[in-house]
């Protein structure tokens, strides 16, 4: 059975930063690209950033570009998100995915359909 578990989630001022991890299990994570997603309230969910299952490519939200940092640790089972300089509007429940195919396009991944397994998400809260 997968599991995907996101963790880090918390309240932190304008300016800070916080670090999301999120592990999985169930799956042969080094063969999976790994995707971040958020969901703020009253909105709809939407794609942060992805990276490829090799560790070569990521693709970010124009939103998030400079200022948040995917990576993972294939020992690990681990994607982590790096969220620098955080904003009010940052504010969301994060997520992570896992996407199985290994030849897409690292730009075509931000719709959800495109991902297989979601975790429950962690709350992140950044107060002005």
């Known amino acids: 059975q997968v599991q995907l578990v996101e963790f880090g989630g918390g309240l932190v001022q304008a300016g800070g930063s916080l670090r999301l991890s999120c592990a999985a299990s169930?799956?042969?994570?080094?063969?999976?690209?790994m995707g971040w997603f958020r969901q703020a309230p009253g909105k709809e969910r939407e794609f942060v950033a992805v990276?490829?299952?090799?560790?070569?490519?990521?693709y970010y939200a124009d939103s998030v570009k400079g200022r948040f940092t995917i990576s993972r640790d294939n020992a690990k089972n681990t994607v982590y998100l790096q969220m620098n300089s955080l904003k009010p509007e940052d504010t969301a429940v994060y997520y992570c995915?896992?996407?199985?195919?290994?030849?897409?396009?690292?730009?075509?991944?931000?719709?959800?359909?495109?991902?297989?397994?979601w975790g429950q998400g962690t709350q992140v809260t950044v107060s002005s």
């Open positions: 995915a896992a996407n199985s195919g290994l030849s897409f396009t690292i730009a075509t991944m931000t719709p959800e359909r495109m991902y297989d397994y």
């Open positions: 169930g799956l042969t994570f080094s063969s999976y690209s």
């Open positions: 990276l490829s299952w090799s560790g070569a490519s990521t």
